[in-house]
């Protein structure tokens, strides 16, 4: 089944304490990105990547770290959360860039972290 | 800065009715427009994608119109039904600063009753 997954899917964590969420596709897309989704503030994109060792900076990428290593995964770091980290989280991936004619996005089913 | 709005933020209606609900965005050159449904506590599921060279996209009981030189999208529902009650979101994509874009609303929540 083609799908984007997230681990792990709720995570409550400490102020200062690193943590990783992963994200892999199995559709051999070359773009993938994340957003986090905030009441009042919509989907926000943070960080996205058009192929392996290309990544970009979204609107908010600040607090957080990706990286593509390979093409299938696109974990989201965050070295030292704070509590205005505290979000639903989403990855993305599809199989053009975000500019090409035709790509239709595929969502994971989000993960949602707090941060005390 | 590209800005999607979507209007009304909420709606309720009887199930059966036909609907529409809105998104507008302020720059007009973008290369597609995205609708989306997600459902409580959920990922967000695509409905429907119009290419920036299309006027309009259908699946089913959707329909989904683009008039890209207004800076506007419709996406109508017909012969609503309770299982349709979902926040609906749009997104468009656009260039912005060198950077590859997806910006979207923040979705209209839509409630449809037996």
């Known amino acids: 089944e083609a799908q984007v997954t997230q681990n792990p899917r709720y995570l409550i964590t400490v102020t200062g304490k690193k943590l990783t969420v992963t994200c ?7 773009y993938m990105s994340w957003y986090r989704q905030d009441p009042g503030l919509g989907l926000r994109q943070i960080y996205y990547s058009m192929n392996v060792e290309v990544t970009d900076k979204g609107d908010v990428p600040e607090g957080y770290k990706v990286s593509r290593k390979e093409k299938r995964n696109f974990p989201l770091i965050l070295e030292s959360p704070s509590p205005n980290q505290t979000s639903l989280y989403f990855c993305a991936s599809s199989l053009l860039g975000a500019l090409a004619v ?12 707090t941060v005390l | ?49 119009i290419q920036s060279s299309q006027r309009e996209q259908t699946s089913g009981r959707l329909n989904a119109s683009l ?48």
């Open chain 1, 24 to 30: 892999s596709q199995n559709m051999n897309h070359e």
């Open chain 1, 102 to 113: 035709y790509n239709e996005q595929f969502f994971g089913p989000g993960t949602r972290l």
């Open chain 2, 1 to 49: 800065k590209q800005e999607v709005t979507q209007i009304p933020a909420a709606l309720s209606v009887p199930e059966g009715e036909n609907l529409v609900l809105n998104c507008s965005f302020t720059d007009s050159a973008i290369y597609n427009l995205q609708w989306f449904r997600q459902d409580p506590g959920k990922g967000l599921t695509s409905l429907l994608l």
């Open chain 2, 67 to 114: 008039d890209k030189s207004s800076g506007r999208s419709t996406l109508y529902i017909a012969a609503s039904q309770p299982g349709d009650s979902a926040t609906y979101l749009c997104a468009v994509s656009n260039r912005e600063g060198g950077s590859e874009k997806l910006v979207f609303g923040k979705g209209t929540k839509l409630t449809v009753n037996p």
